[in-house]
């Protein structure tokens, strides 16, 4: 053991001042650690002289850190808080998968599939957090996830592993009927709404620049949104043309819920990956889940489209 471990007060003794001073008393401290009040009591004077300083004061029947709880207070909480991460991990039972995904990939076309895997997978519980990020990114050690599909340049980690899903297409989308209405060439891009599904405009300005088209169709005004779902919901409601994604958007454009004014796609750069930690328990789960969503995608049928690098 460090030499410096073996300097630290008991384990007892900062998890007790540590309940104390969160609930700002003894006896709910007691009652959350399942112990008396006295021993509560006797476990943070135990620290009070391993450390030389008082923790507390009582103002009447408050319960007040001094300036030296108010230093160790923090760094203890953040440290349990991690031990508490840590072993919940190890908790989770193999037959449980939670999955952090994006909220646009999610609802165009992830819980359809993990809806189909988990009737192929009747023992395997599959419990989805589907969150806006404005870059995708996962936190493996403080975050309660055992995989996540992220959209990026594939450069990740060198302790995960990394599955590639699909490429990232631009396309612009709009309604039906705005499809239907008069021919799409520039003088239309210029005089129609474009709706801006990231708030830097920069997967329009991609599709532009791909296009030669990036000094004719100005990228000031237009309505901003933070998500692909915002901007392909609002285009196939006639509020304007957007910019989707080939894959996220197929499903509708064969519904006839939405349609694609200019068919040319333009290759973003990223793509859609399934990641996970190496050393994490049960890497079969992932395995099957990774070859599942990738069995999908062979399946899928996307619009018929000219593409662009």
């Not at 021993?39 to 507390?56: N, Y």
């Not at 599939?113 to 599959?126: H, M, T, V």
């Not at 996540?148 to 612009?172: N, T």
Request: hydrophobic fraction near 45%.
């Amino acid at each position: 053991m460090p030499e410096s471990s073996s300097r630290l007060p008991p384990l007892y003794a900062l998890r007790a001042f540590e309940a104390a001073a969160r609930q700002g008393s003894f006896t709910r401290a007691a009652q959350e650690l399942s112990l008396t009040q006295s021993a509560v009591s006797r476990h943070v004077r135990t620290l009070e002289e391993a450390f030389g300083c008082r923790l507390f004061e009582r103002a009447g029947r408050q319960l007040l850190l001094t300036e030296a709880g108010k230093l160790l207070l923090p760094g203890l909480t953040e440290g349990f808080e991690a031990l508490a991460r840590a072993c919940g991990n190890l908790a989770v039972e193999e037959g449980t998968l939670r999955l952090k995904a994006p909220t646009s990939l999610s609802l165009r076309w992830l819980l359809a599939r993990l809806g189909r895997f988990r009737q192929a997978n009747p023992q395997l519980d599959i419990q989805l957090t589907s969150v806006w990020m404005a870059s995708d990114r996962v936190d493996f050690f403080h975050e309660p996830f055992d995989c996540a599909v992220l959209l990026g340049d594939g450069r990740f980690p060198v302790e995960w592993e990394v599955v590639p899903l699909f490429e990232e297409w631009l396309v612009p989308v709009c309604s039906p009927a705005a499809a239907r209405s008069g021919t799409w060439d520039v003088a239309r891009l210029q005089r129609e709404e474009l709706l801006h599904p990231t708030f830097d405009r920069r997967d329009w300005r991609r599709w532009l620049q791909a296009m030669g088209l990036a000094q004719a169709v100005p990228l000031a005004g237009g309505q901003v949104f933070d998500t692909l779902e915002l901007g392909m919901a609002a285009a196939a409601r006639g509020y304007g043309v957007s910019i989707g994604d080939l894959v996220m958007l197929a499903e509708d454009v064969a519904a006839g819920l939405i349609a694609l004014p200019w068919p040319d796609a333009v290759a973003s750069g990223d793509g859609y990956y399934l990641v996970w930690p190496s050393n994490r328990r049960g890497q079969g789960r992932f395995q099957r889940l990774a070859e599942f969503l990738r069995q999908e995608l062979q399946q899928q049928l996307l619009p018929d489209v000219r593409r662009h690098m």
